[in-house]
């Protein structure tokens, strides 16, 4: 009982100061000027295309995004001058070229009143991915209730030579009559998919490989980088659950992609993540997520995506 009234006295004056009042601060440091925002992402199936717009002063009003659109956007393509983007709408810029493999992709834009930005990456080489087997067994959760188990596993062989990193998704595709009908996203588990790599020399694979922090909150479950593996074979062993076929016109495809994705898209995911929990958290001091970006903000990605889809008999 004591010690509930030396806590309870100990507390008081806290609670105190925190209801008490509320007393306006007035900003007295340098307000900063707005920057160009480049943000692309460019991969070999896509034209090249990026989103130009303002940055907001981080104390300043919550607003909509201030867009540009009188940018002038050229696409330098292996130090060559490859096109300049069409404006589209809404700060949107597109062109024509499809990057390939291994390309070095320069952005430059001007716009008025702003210094220039400068951002580039290179396109990742094509992703080395071999379906090893795709596999389907009848089971039964129950007497009476029958399930179908499917299983696909495959090989991802990492090149030695440079740093990679990658990313894994999985789509359920539900076709009738040979037409896709609807498209919906598998929840990966990484730890399980890559289950079968023995990796020596760390206590701690998952949490290194796929980027993870010790907390556990990672948003970002499908990216890892090939750190513990290099220039091995990665062992991918994908298993998921399906009723039995109960229409003859109704097919149901599995679909696996891997692509590798440039470091600095990346760390741009992982900082964006760590951002976005720290907003969670107020007491937390604010994570800068990262850029490649020269007098601006935003981020140039790129990346090489690689599919294998099966359908179900």
């Given at each position: 009982m004591k010690k509930k009234y030396i806590l309870a006295l100990l507390l008081s004056p806290l609670f105190v100061f925190l209801v008490s009042c509320e007393k306006y601060i007035e900003f007295s440091g340098e307000i900063t000027e707005p920057l160009l925002v480049v943000n692309s992402i460019v991969n070999p199936d896509s034209a090249v295309s990026a989103h130009i717009s303002q940055s907001r002063f981080v104390l300043g009003k919550t607003s909509p995004i201030v867009t540009v659109e009188?940018?002038?956007?050229?696409?330098?393509?292996n130090d060559a001058l490859k096109e300049k983007l069409i404006h589209k709408g809404g700060g949107m810029y597109k062109g024509n070229y499809f990057p390939k493999p291994s390309d070095k992709i320069r952005f430059e834009v001007t716009v008025p009143q702003f210094e220039t930005v400068e951002a580039t990456t290179v396109v990742p080489e094509n992703v080395n991915l071999t379906l090893n087997s795709f596999g389907q067994t009848i089971k039964e959760s129950s007497p009476g209730a029958a399930y179908v188990e499917v299983n696909?596993?495959?090989?991802?062989?990492?090149?030695?030579?440079?740093?990679n990193f990658y990313f894994i998704k999985g789509y359920r595709n539900v076709y009738a009559n040979g037409m896709l009908q609807y498209s919906h996203q598998l929840d990966l588990k990484l730890s399980d998919v890559l289950k079968n790599n023995q990796v020596s020399g760390s206590n701690d694979f998952f949490s290194e490989l796929l980027g993870e922090d010790t907390s556990g909150t990672q948003r970002i479950k499908n990216i890892f980088n090939d750190?513990?593996?290099?220039?091995?074979?990665?062992?991918?062993?994908?298993?998921?659950?399906?009723?039995?076929?109960?229409?003859d016109y109704e097919e149901i495809e599995y679909e696996i992609q891997v692509a590798q994705m440039s470091k600095d898209l990346y760390q741009y995911l992982l900082s964006a993540n760590k951002a976005m929990e720290s907003n969670d958290i107020p007491i937390v001091e604010s994570v800068q997520v990262h850029s490649n970006t020269t007098n601006g903000v935003g981020i140039l990605g790129s990346f090489n995506l690689e599919k294998i889809a099966r359908r179900m008999e």
């Open positions: 009188n940018a002038a956007v050229n696409v330098f393509v696909m596993k495959m090989t991802l062989s990492d090149n030695a030579e440079e740093e750190g513990f593996v290099n220039g091995k074979d990665i062992a991918l062993d994908f298993t998921f659950s399906e009723f039995p076929k109960h229409s």
